[in-house]
């Protein structure tokens, strides 16, 4: 008789293990990348931001090095700090979402940062705030808009939204204009 109740008891633990696995194992995967995978143009808008943050990052540090005043070198500190922040977001993004991130800019940031590594002083201070200061930053606020309002993942289009301040007050401060003419 006990050998039976040890038995049913056995028997009733491993049917009430292999009933609970399947629950264990959905549960585990909520929260892995691939139950939270992008659409290919959310991982497409994601991997460009990756790339628009390296890129400022790049040039602020050429500015360091190679700029003469002191406000060039105080913008691209705040460039560097910025965007490594923003960076850092759209790294956890990345991670969360499964999107394996580019390592450097692309190949037009990669010349822009050839050319300007080739200049020094006042010719460089020009170049690097009408390029990196003001044209870029015109680009990726025109595209974080775009990215904002076409992207299907929530979190991308939060990102894109909590990016654009930044971006818009780092067009103000090189282009001197008013913050809200700036963007435009």
């Known amino acids: ?3 039976q109740t040890v038995s049913k008891a056995l028997l009733s633990a491993a049917i009430a293990a292999a009933l609970s696995v399947p629950f264990a194992v959905s549960a585990q995967t909520m929260n892995t990348p691939a139950a939270s995978a992008l659409t290919k143009a959310d991982q497409q808008i994601v991997e460009g931001m990756a790339r628009a943050n390296m890129a400022e990052i790049e040039a602020g540090k050429l500015a360091l090095a190679n700029g003469q005043s002191a406000e060039v ?4 500190q705040q460039m560097i700090d910025d965007h490594t ?3 850092n977001d759209v790294t956890t993004l990345a991670q969360n979402k499964g999107v394996t991130l580019p390592t450097e800019p692309d190949a037009k940031h990669k010349a822009m940062a050839a ?3 080739k200049l020094k002083g006042d010719a460089f201070d020009k170049s690097y705030m009408a ?3 003001v044209a870029d930053h015109k680009k990726v606020h025109a595209t974080l808009k775009k990215d904002e309002a076409r992207a299907k993942d929530p979190d991308v289009k939060a990102l894109a939204a ?4 930044t971006v818009e007050q780092h067009l103000h401060t090189a282009s001197g204009k008013p913050h809200d003419q700036a963007a435009k």
């Open 1 to 3: 008789m006990k050998k």
């Open 73 to 76: 070198k105080a913008f691209a």
């Open 85 to 87: 922040k923003a960076l």
């Open 115 to 117: 050319k300007l590594a």
């Open 131 to 133: 390029q990196a200061g």
């Open 162 to 165: 909590k990016m654009l301040p």
